[in-house]
């Protein structure tokens, strides 16, 4: 049974809606994560575990033909494994099904009220009465943690930027290395692209998976250095760069990622999917500062 009836606070102290009533009043689709993981009924509950252990998820909405009809929770299934050595049926032998759901248009502060009350961590959230996307107790921390710096001024959270989204710890090659190492990372790490850079990690260019298949389209050609084939006319960013900014460049350019700089040297890099990702779990911090215009 979907519901989304709940108890009034019995706790001390300020609720959350208290907390969030000195916001503008805001909707479940201002920080809703859309295309959240699901699965079905009639899947075997070891289908459901693995998704909840190669997701990093609390908790799964059980779906049948787009509507929810349950939940299958980590905590659930690591106390049922604690006193059983196996697990055998299907999910629907095992999901929760009495649960809490909410509509896109739904009150933040109805659902912050209903996650601090009861135990499960997050809740399904329905757009005309079929699933859409999920609303955690992290996604709430995430719309709201600007609001608690010290220096924090009134208003609307920043502006995200591209050292807020950006992969550190990126794959890089050198000039000098062998064009056969840079294809190797290409093919094993599903990467579309490669900084070169030099030692102090300086930009030099770019050598893509364009630039090696033209390499291999032409057999004339002797294999050599990455310089030798790398694209040295490089779009690059600072990593103070706004991410509406990065979307706009990445969405009108035939690259899929950017090299993000400091200095003028080379700290991370940003993708298409990063932006996708970060819009879709970040919606009120990136379109906010719209609204507030």
Do not use: W
């Not at 102290?13 to 009533?21: F, I, N, Q, T």
Request: with cysteine.
């Amino acid at each position: 049974m979907v519901k989304k009836d709940f108890p009034e606070s019995q706790g001390q102290g300020r609720s959350a809606a208290a907390v969030l009533e000195a916001d503008a009043p805001r909707k479940a689709r201002d920080i809703a994560r859309f295309g959240v993981a699901t699965v079905a009924p009639s899947q075997p509950v070891y289908e459901a575990i693995r998704i909840l252990v190669q997701e990093k998820v609390n908790c799964l909405p059980v779906v049948r033909d787009k509507n929810v009809v349950g939940m299958v929770a980590e905590k659930d299934i690591l106390r049922l494994l604690s006193a059983r050595q196996f697990l055998p049926g299907l999910v629907e032998d095992y999901m929760t099904r009495d649960i809490i759901c909410f509509d896109v248009e739904d009150e933040l502060t109805d659902i912050s009220d209903c996650l601090v009350q009861n135990d499960f961590r997050s809740a399904p959230i329905l757009y005309e009465g079929r699933l859409a996307g999920a609303i955690s107790r992290a996604d709430f921390i995430r719309a709201y943690q600007d609001r608690f710096r010290p220096e924090a001024m009134a208003g609307y959270p920043k502006i995200p930027i591209a050292s807020d989204i950006m992969a550190c710890g990126l794959l890089t090659v050198q000039p000098e290395t062998p064009v056969y190492d840079a294809m190797h990372i290409l093919a094993t790490r599903s990467i579309t692209g490669l900084p070169v850079v030099d030692r102090s990690m300086t930009l030099q260019g770019i050598i893509s998976e364009k630039d090696v298949l033209r390499l291999l389209h032409d057999a004339a050609i002797e294999p050599g250095k990455v310089e030798d084939y790398m694209t040295r006319d490089v779009v690059s960013l600072d990593h103070d760069t706004t991410v509406p900014t990065i979307c706009e460049c990445l969405a009108h350019s035939p690259f899929r990622r950017v090299p993000i700089l400091r200095d003028g040297r080379v700290v991370g890099v940003v993708s298409r999917a990063d932006v996708i990702l970060y819009i879709l779990r970040n919606r009120h911090a990136v379109f906010g500062h719209r609204q507030a215009d």
